[in-house]
């Protein structure tokens, strides 16, 4: 069907299909990053039930390494607020690709549709049309 479609249409359609690239890209990139806030924000939560005299060690590539309370903590917390930072970055792209797609779609279903009558059919929606003229 697309060698069909006008080049305009068939330009339209190739962006659209980017676009919906975009958008799964995007989508794994939120769900990566909620999923390392929600990581990060329980183990901060847990931390509050550790006692800050405790021996703590932190996860360096493939070594652990002993640290103290308030390093983890704020480490912690950081990780937190990027992470945060990250996932509201992501929606708000989200949301820009997703009004993008609708745009387009718009206008790649006016171009398609323009000479159609719509949905209705020529005849609106009244149904046949009148007393049975040409």
């Given at each position: 069907m ?40 329980n183990a ?30 704020s ?20 949301e820009?690709?997703r009004?993008?797609?609708?745009k ?11 000479g159609?009558g719509?949905?209705?059919g020529?005849?609106g ?10």
């Amino acid at each position: 069907m697309q060698g069909n479609l006008p080049p305009e249409a068939q330009e339209k359609l190739e962006q659209l299909q980017d676009l919906q690239d975009t958008a799964q890209q995007v989508a794994m990139q939120k769900n990566q990053a909620e999923t390392q806030l929600s990581e990060s924000e329980n183990a901060l939560d847990e931390l509050d039930d550790i006692d800050e005299d405790a021996t703590m060690f932190r996860e360096v590539g493939e070594l652990f390494v002993k640290t103290d309370y308030e390093t983890a903590q704020s480490d912690l917390e950081d990780k937190v607020d990027s992470l945060e930072i990250r996932v509201e970055t992501l929606n708000k792209q989200e949301e820009r690709v997703r009004d993008q797609f609708e745009k387009l779609q718009s206008e790649l279903q006016e171009m398609l549709g323009g000479g159609a009558g719509g949905p209705s059919g020529p005849t609106g929606p009244g149904g046949a049309g009148g007393a049975g003229g040409a």
